[in-house]
Nanobody, 121 residues
Framework: QVQLVESGGGLVQAGGSLRLSCAAS????????MGWYRQAPGKQRELVAT???????NYADSVKGRFTISRDNAKNTVSLQMNSLKPEDTAVYYC???????????????WGQGTQVTVSS
């Protein structure tokens, strides 16, 4: 089994910062891309940022210049530094990983349980 466990969510005032972390564990042979998604109440889950094994990053336009994604391939972790937070960033944030559990099988998407980020105005 593969588990992704997020941490670091919470309540912060607008303009503040939070750092989310996610650790993947279990039966992991290889991890491809990792990323963060978020889902606000009444809205669909949306991409926030992704990062490849080689460090190439992709960000949603709404967070460019404010959020930074990083990863530690040796530790199977991915982090999201969120600065200049806005009330519209309020959502449940989910960690995602493209993970292969053994040689010869396909990569599958795995999700964490989510962590709440609330930004007050």
């Amino acid at each position: 089994q593969v588990q992704l466990v997020e941490s670091g969510g919470g309540l912060v005032q607008a303009g503040g910062s939070l750092r989310l972390s996610c650790a993947a564990s279990g039966s992991i042979f290889s991890i491809n891309a990792m990323g963060w998604y978020r889902q606000a109440p009444g809205k669909q889950r949306e991409l926030v940022a992704t990062i490849t094994t080689g460090g190439s990053t992709n960000y949603a336009d709404s967070v460019k210049g404010r959020f930074t994604i990083s990863r530690d391939n040796a530790k199977n972790t991915v982090s999201l530094q969120m600065n200049s937070l806005k009330p519209e960033d309020t959502a449940v944030y989910y960690c995602n990983g493209d993970i292969k559990i053994r040689w010869g099988v396909l990569f599958n998407h795995y999700w964490g349980q989510g962590t709440q980020v609330t930004v007050s105005s």
